[in-house]
């Protein structure tokens, strides 16, 4: 492990310039305790992408406190049924046999775990999602050619959600 200082500081800054959707204030104090999974309902330009989705608490001040995040490459999206952590929510294998790209203008599912957390969420705090295409400072941009792709998240019923393992108090 690393011995670098990691900074979690507000992020509201970052959100700016994300697409980022924010709950209305928790009525209550919610416990999230294992896997996000979120599914998106997305498409693009191109055949190829990466997706990141972080999940933040804000405070009634306004100050945005990451949670966790996840990633997917897009062209990694097929869901691995016989994985041994399947409980934890949709696995890839990312095999090169299971990849598969995107066909430009069609619709297409995407869905993948976020990193595990156990957190107690304040009453009176909001939760945000915020999506993104990409994420200079840590990756390479997918596809690294050409013009990025441009993408559409479906809304609706049959569009994005985010599933939060909430523990009942």
Known sequence: MGTWEIDYRD???????????????????????????VDLNITSTR?????????EAVKPDGTSCYLTEGQLRARHRK???????????????????????????????LAFTLLPISAL???????????AGSE???????????????????RGPHGCYIDLPVVER
Do not use: M
Request: hydrophobic fraction near 35%; charge should be negative; charged fraction near 20%.
């Open 11 to 37: 992020r509201r800054q970052f959100d700016a310039a994300r697409l980022a959707y924010t709950s209305e204030p928790l009525q209550n104090d919610l416990e999230i305790t294992g896997h996000p999974v």
């Open 47 to 55: 055949e190829d992408g990466i997706f990141f989705v972080y999940l």
């Open 79 to 109: 869901v691995w049924t016989a994985s041994p952590f399947g409980a934890l929510g949709p696995q890839q294998s990312y095999l090169e046999s299971d990849a598969e790209p995107l066909t430009p203008g069609e619709p297409t599912r």
């Open 121 to 131: 969420i304040p009453a009176d705090y909001s939760l945000r999602v915020c999506l």
């Open 136 to 154: 200079s400072t840590s990756f390479a941009n997918v596809p690294a050619d050409g013009e990025p792709p441009q993408l559409k998240l479906h």
